[in-house]
Nanobody, 124 residues
Framework: VQFVESGGGLVQPGGSLRLSCVASGFTPDNYAINWFRQAPGKEREGVSCISTDGSTKYADSVKGRFTISRDNAKSTVYLQMNSLNPEDTAVYYC???????????????????WGQGTQVTVSS
């Protein structure tokens, strides 16, 4: 049981990337899916979340630039990232919680499943 993230890479400031988070070994239909990120020397932070009913949350730093979506038929959650800037450089992880987004108030151990992460680097 795991998530597999992909889609990261090196992009210039102002560019776009689309991350994918694929569930393996379980059906994520009953789970809210979060995207977190961790930059070097910083704590892991919540970026976005999508609940089972399709409602979404975004960190203030990414509102208007990032869009989260899910395709339950493909057991996949996407994070479309536009207008990227160097402050977005981090390893991006997905993690699940039951039913609804709780706004990143939990400890990491309270999320059910995590992926291994995908590196996003924004640099000219």
């Amino acid at each position: 049981v795991q998530f597999v993230e992909s889609g990261g890479g090196l992009v210039q400031p102002g560019g776009s990337l689309r991350l994918s988070c694929v569930a393996s070994g379980f059906t994520p239909d009953n789970y809210a899916i979060n995207w977190f990120r961790q930059a070097p020397g910083k704590e892991r932070e919540g970026v976005s979340c999508i609940s089972t009913d399709g409602s979404t949350k975004y960190a203030d730093s990414v509102k208007g630039r990032f869009t989260i979506s899910r395709d339950n038929a493909k057991s996949t959650v996407y994070l479309q990232m536009n207008s990227l800037n160097p402050e977005d450089t981090a390893v991006y992880y997905c993690a699940s919680e039951f039913l609804r987004c709780t706004g990143w108030i939990k400890g990491e151990d309270d999320y059910d499943y995590w992926g291994q992460g995908t590196q996003v680097t924004v640099s000219s």
